[in-house]
């Protein structure tokens, strides 16, 4: 909305002591995040840019700034660490961006629940609860940078999907804690299935202040690399590895050759013709995958158990999975994009391979196994070669064609993407956490009216 200047000076002072930054490159830096994966975002999200960003030092400066905006009429954006991919933290409509990194508390275990602040970094939850001999469930390949409230906000799932399924599922997330944005804002405190209101929600309805993640026992984690010279071939280990139900592992990806080939950060070289396997396994349980890995005739390419990784300060092998291929691909070719695909439990790799072969040329197969309502299926983030956004939507169309789930990673409207609909609960909650339509708007199209600010 970019605020009249005179209105603007008055908000940042009522906001006192509360630290704002208005410098032109920090509020350029602070509006984006990885949009720039999609052509077509790219597009429509470029320039888009705060009035402010302000950090609140706890959840007293997230209450106060939520009644100043209510008051003056601003926009309000959260924000973790800006690793989203769909311009979720993008300010449509400008006006102040809410960077949440300082409320970095990480409170004490109970009963393997860990109560942390939602600018909590979640690779420093995970170093600090591996103390304690417990891990993260799960976290995306951006935990070294994101914040386990963009995370709930934003995320899905990630490496511990395979255990745990996705973030949604009952147990993982057991409490959130969010201000609303109300004339006198809340704090509401929303447990068990509650607490989906607000997850994968954009922070459309409330800013997450504290919340609490169910952790695991800790494992040391082997990172391996296994090569294939067929695809089909990589993809059925990968199955028989997932159902190993007494091989304990954190994560099965699958990449499509040629792919790895041509991922040059990789701390070991791929050839041009392998498909390559990443997994991390359990140090107890490398005797049964390697006898697994000989029965399927695979090459073991790499190895570093957690020693070896600090000792070779390499990148670990969970930096090239998940959306992290996009992003080691988009390094050495502007010219792909991406999707992000469900295939269904049964018969799953029978349509991974009819798609590959139909879409060969244009599309190359990468795959994450995840364990999701107990059934194994594959989540796909298959490369696409762009080309125009009429043939990228007549792709994500083959992929519905065949049964195949997708939540298309290029649109920035909550319903447009993955999650398809609003339903009544989240938007109940929305209309009575924001009533007046300021938090992240233009993001969810499922919003009820906003009512017009008070006087
Ligand atoms: P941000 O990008 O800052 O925010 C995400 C959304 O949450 C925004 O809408 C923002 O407004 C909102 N938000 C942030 N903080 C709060 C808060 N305190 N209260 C309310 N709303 C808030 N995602 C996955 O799920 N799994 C993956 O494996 C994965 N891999 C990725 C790999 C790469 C290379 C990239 C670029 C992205 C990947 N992502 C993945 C997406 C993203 O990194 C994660 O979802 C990450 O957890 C987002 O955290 P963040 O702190 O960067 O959130």
Redesign the pocket.
């Known amino acids: 909305m970019q605020l009249p200047p005179d209105r603007l000076a008055e908000f940042l002072g009522a906001l006192g002591d509360i630290p704002v930054e208005t410098a032109p490159h920090i509020l350029k830096q602070k509006s984006r995040?990885?949009f720039w994966?999609s052509p077509i975002l790219t597009g429509q999200l470029e320039g888009r840019i705060a009035d402010a960003v302000a950090s609140p030092r706890d959840e007293a400066d997230v209450l106060r700034i939520a009644e100043l905006c209510v008051r003056y009429g601003v926009p309000l954006?959260?924000?973790?660490?800006?690793?989203?991919?769909y311009g979720?933290?993008v300010p449509l409509s400008g006006g102040l961006v809410l960077d949440?990194s300082s409320?970095d508390m990480i409170g004490p275990i109970t009963n393997g629940v860990v109560r942390v602040g939602?600018?909590a970094k979640?690779r420093a939850i995970e170093d600090s609860v591996r103390v304690q001999r417990w891990e993260l469930r799960m976290f995306?390949?951006?935990v070294r940078?994101?914040?386990i409230?963009?995370?709930i906000?934003?995320?899905?799932?990630?490496?511990g999907s395979i255990n745990f399924g996705m973030?949604n599922q009952r147990g993982n997330i057991p409490a959130v804690r969010?201000v609303t944005a109300e004339s006198s804002p809340r704090v509401l405190e929303l447990r068990g299935d509650a607490v989906n209101q607000?997850h994968h929600a954009?922070?459309t309805n409330?800013?997450?202040?504290e919340l609490e993640v169910a952790l695991a026992p800790a494992q040391d984690w082997v990172q391996v690399g296994v090569t294939f010279p067929d695809f089909a071939r990589l993809t059925r280990f990968c199955q028989a590895l997932a159902e190993a139900d007494g091989i304990v592992k954190r994560l099965i990806t699958a990449i499509q050759a040629p792919t790895p080939g041509r991922m040059r950060a990789l701390p070991f070289a791929v050839a041009p013709n392998a498909s390559l396997g990443l997994m991390l396994i359990a140090g107890g349980s490398m005797e049964p995958f390697h006898d697994l890995t000989a029965q399927h005739g695979g090459d073991m390419a790499y190895l570093a158990t957690p020693s070896e990784a600090v000792a070779k300060r390499v990148t670990p092998i969970y930096e090239f999975?998940?959306?992290?291929t996009?992003?080691q691909m988009l390094k050495v070719d502007r010219t792909i994009t991406y999707l992000q695909t469900r295939f269904p439990a049964d018969g799953g790799l029978d349509l991974v391979h009819a798609l590959a072969r139909e879409l060969a040329g244009e599309v190359l197969m990468h795959l994450e196994f995840v364990r999701v309502n107990g059934r194994l299926l594959c989540s796909g983030l298959p490369l696409v070669r762009y080309t125009t956004p009429e043939r990228l939507n007549e792709i994500i169309a083959i992929f519905d064609a065949h049964g195949v789930f997708v939540a298309n990673p290029h649109t920035y409207v909550l319903e447009d993407g993955g999650k398809k609909e609003t339903d009544a609960a989240q938007a109940a909650f929305k209309g009575a956490a924001d009533p007046f339509g300021l938090l992240?708007p233009g993001?969810m199209r499922g919003a009820p009216a906003p009512l017009p600010l008070p006087a």
């Open positions: 995040d990885f994966y954006t959260p924000r973790g660490a800006g690793t989203g991919n979720q933290a949440m409320l939602a600018g979640m995306p390949s951006t940078t994101a914040t409230g963009g995370f906000a934003g995320g899905s799932g990630g490496v973030l969010v607000v954009y922070g409330g800013i997450i202040t999975t998940w959306n992290h996009t992003l992240n993001k």
